[in-house]
């Protein structure tokens, strides 16, 4: 993964978007996530670790049939402060569900900002990147998009908003 040099307060908020601000709202249980991890060889590309997978009943006649996410983008934008953009990718693991990796997008401007991967996958309406809430979410067509209505409150303190869309 490419890292880049950032100061305390950049990677702090940062974070608290990624992961503090979202578990702060996240609307899900948690049950039947998927725990697989994408992980990138500059040989091979990105793959999948073959971890994690379906729970019991998961992506039965939820939806429409999801297949891999081959484009699209995600965004975190910190009021006052910065918008991370990356490009974005990932395996089906089950309807609406997928494992992606974000790569970052020229159009970043936060200078804590690093590629990453996890769980995505939308539920009755929301979005949820690691099982954390990024937005309420629809879908149809062979496309998803989401976001939140406006800026949040998240754990770090600052306001934050998220958006996106992805094609599968």
Do not use: H, P
Request: charged share 15%; glycine share 24%; aromatic share 16%.
């Amino acid at each position: 993964m490419t890292t880049v040099s950032l100061e305390r307060t950049s990677a702090s908020m940062i974070l608290a978007a990624m992961f503090g601000a979202a578990a702060c709202l996240s609307g899900g249980d948690g049950d039947g996530k998927d725990s697989g991890d994408l992980y990138y060889d500059s040989g091979y590309g990105w793959y999948d670790s073959g971890l994690g997978g379906e729970g019991e009943g998961e992506g039965e006649g939820e939806g429409e049939g999801t297949g891999d996410i081959t484009s699209g983008i995600y965004v975190i934008e910190i009021q006052g402060a910065c918008t991370a953009v990356w490009d974005m990718f990932g395996y089906a693991t089950g309807d609406l569900r997928w494992d992606v990796g974000l790569i970052l997008n020229s159009s970043n401007t936060c200078s804590g900002a690093t590629d990453t991967s996890g769980g995505f996958e939308v539920s009755s309406g929301y979005a949820y990147f690691q099982g954390n809430y990024v937005g309420y979410a629809s879908y149809g067509g062979g496309q998803v998009e989401w976001s939140t209505r406006g800026y949040v409150t998240g754990g770090g303190g600052g306001q934050y908003y998220y958006a996106g869309y992805a094609y599968y």
